[in-house]
């Protein structure tokens, strides 16, 4: 497996395309599954597992092990303290199964930078009929690109505002450019706490 992602690496390095060939590799070898958790049919693996999983697949492209830690990092989050909406988590591990499925979280925005230093997302959940409505803009997004699932963080515009994760869909209507970043007006949302 690391060979054969090592080998696609110069040209993905070279184009800038999304390393989806090599995604689909690690999860034949069963890689992207590993954090999902023993109640979800999954096998459980816990950090030091994880670890050799990503120090496997990034002796092959490290940019792969990158976009696949973001997803075992959110299915092992799952295992331990389950927050997304059972229906939806239930549907993303039976996907993520049968193919890769990828999540990452969006969570960088211009004006606040990185939410480790403190401070309230300006990216703003309005609730509707259908759900909530997002919009805002990310700084960045690791694997945009080819990601299953957004988890952007935003606040509400409640009269008592709250934070949280909203759960939007890949291919939802948002842009997404290197240069403007990725702006969210995507329709209706799932929402996590």
Known sequence: MTARIAELAPGY????????DSLRIAHEAG??????????GGRGARVEESARILHRIGQGD??????????LNTHARQAAQ??????????????????PVLVNHARVEP?????????????LARRTPDGWSLSGTKRFVTGAEGL??????????????????????GGSPASTSPAAGT???????AVTT
């Open 13 to 20: 390095d070279q184009s800038g395309a999304f390393p989806a």
């Open 82 to 99: 389950p927050h997304w909406p059972e229906e939806l988590y239930a549907r993303v591990v039976k996907e993520s199964f049968e193919r």
């Open 111 to 123: 004006e606040l930078g990185s939410p480790a230093r403190g401070g309230l997302p300006s990216t």
């Open 62 to 71: 490290p940019s792969v092990a990158l976009i696949a830690a973001m997803t």
């Open 31 to 40: 890689l992207l599954t590993a954090t999902i958790g023993e109640s979800y």
């Open 183 to 189: 702006s969210w007006d995507c329709g209706p949302a």
């Open 148 to 169: 299953d699932w957004f988890l952007v963080w935003a606040t509400t515009d409640e009269p008592e505002p709250r934070v949280g994760t909203f759960l939007v869909p």
